[in-house]
């Protein structure tokens, strides 16, 4: 018969035993780490047969059509594996251009993956800034990050977009602050707006409090953000010479059915005139005055801003500062 790298064709030779031969004949079963060898009858018996590795199981099927692209782009399993994180799967190059739901999952996932250890790295390398604090009745100092003192001494931030998350997280500040004792809390609003749903839940936590909560805004309080500033306590609504302001009215959208449609409608135009009959009892104005002037996006100065009610108090620099004494 034929000659397979010096070794002749039995008759009973298995397809398989000649695979096992030409590989241990050329030396790659013993190169590679797959490879193995069982019991010690002899390197051809049943028993003592070697145990092929993972390279020469692809080299079987390396003739196949369908398998010929996949295995060209797989990497050798005999390599060591690289440093991955454990909870990223990597796509392979056959899947890429197909534009499978799952492909465009494992992506999504990856890239989110990525821009949370960039985040995460990001913060950890700045860290939060910590001051000594002592505590009311105690004797020692001990370090305490800012914006837990800052809450203790009553100062609360809203210098994000307002969502779910941290309207939960404002409003049970307010709550504890509130139940420890009467004194003024201050809302210090930088905010770009945000969900309607917890605004008004910051805004009734605001008016429920027993202590006054009086607001200041510095940077840019619009639309909700606005809103909060003009919804602290009369009297006690500042903000700084270079603050900007902007009012308007809620948005959304609706999908689906044309009664759904017009529930979601009929919701909409509902808020609006609570927000409106709200931001005209802030201000000394009527609903329709208010529902007329935030139709659009209304931009105020400070000064336009305390004139028609939003805010109480321009805080300008001291004189001697600006003077430099």
Aim: glycine share 12%.
């Amino acid at each position: 018969g034929g000659q397979v790298r010096g070794f002749g064709i039995e008759r009973g030779c298995s397809r398989r035993d000649l695979r096992f031969r030409a590989s241990r004949f050329d030396g790659r079963t013993q190169a590679c780490r797959g490879g193995r060898r069982r019991g010690r009858n002899g390197p051809f018996s049943r028993k003592g047969r070697e145990t092929p590795c993972a390279c020469v199981r692809r080299r079987k099927h390396a003739r196949s059509p369908r398998l010929r692209g996949r295995e060209r782009n797989a990497r050798d399993p005999c390599e060591p594996m690289p440093s991955v994180r454990p909870d990223v799967r990597c796509v392979s190059r056959s899947n890429e251009g197909k534009g499978t739901e799952r492909t465009r999952k494992v992506a999504t996932r990856i890239a989110t993956n990525v821009a949370a250890d960039a985040r995460d790295a990001m913060l950890a390398s700045k860290g939060v800034p910590k001051v000594p604090y002592r505590t009311p009745g105690e004797g020692g100092y001990q370090w305490v990050d800012i914006w837990n003192v800052l809450y203790r001494e009553r100062i609360i931030f809203l210098g994000q977009n307002i969502d779910e998350e941290f309207g939960n997280q404002i409003v049970g500040t307010m709550l504890y602050l509130d139940s420890e004792n009467n004194k003024d809390m201050n809302v210090y609003v930088n905010c770009p707006g945000g969900d309607v749903v917890p605004s008004l839940s910051i805004h009734d936590t605001m008016k429920h409090c027993r202590s006054d909560v009086g607001t200041v805004g510095f940077g840019g309080a619009l639309a909700m953000g606005g809103f909060l500033l003009s919804s602290g306590a009369k009297g006690k609504r500042y903000c700084l010479p270079h603050t900007k302001i902007m009012l308007h009215s809620p948005s959304g959208a609706a999908r689906g059915q044309a009664s759904d449609i017009e529930n979601e409608a009929r919701e909409l135009l509902r808020v609006r005139r609570y927000l409106m009959q709200v931001v005209g009892k802030n201000t000394n104005h009527t609903e329709e005055q208010t529902t007329k002037d935030f139709t659009r996006d209304r931009y105020f100065t400070p000064e336009e801003a305390m004139e028609y009610g939003i805010v109480d108090q321009v805080i300008y620099p001291r004189r001697s500062a600006m003077l430099g004494l």
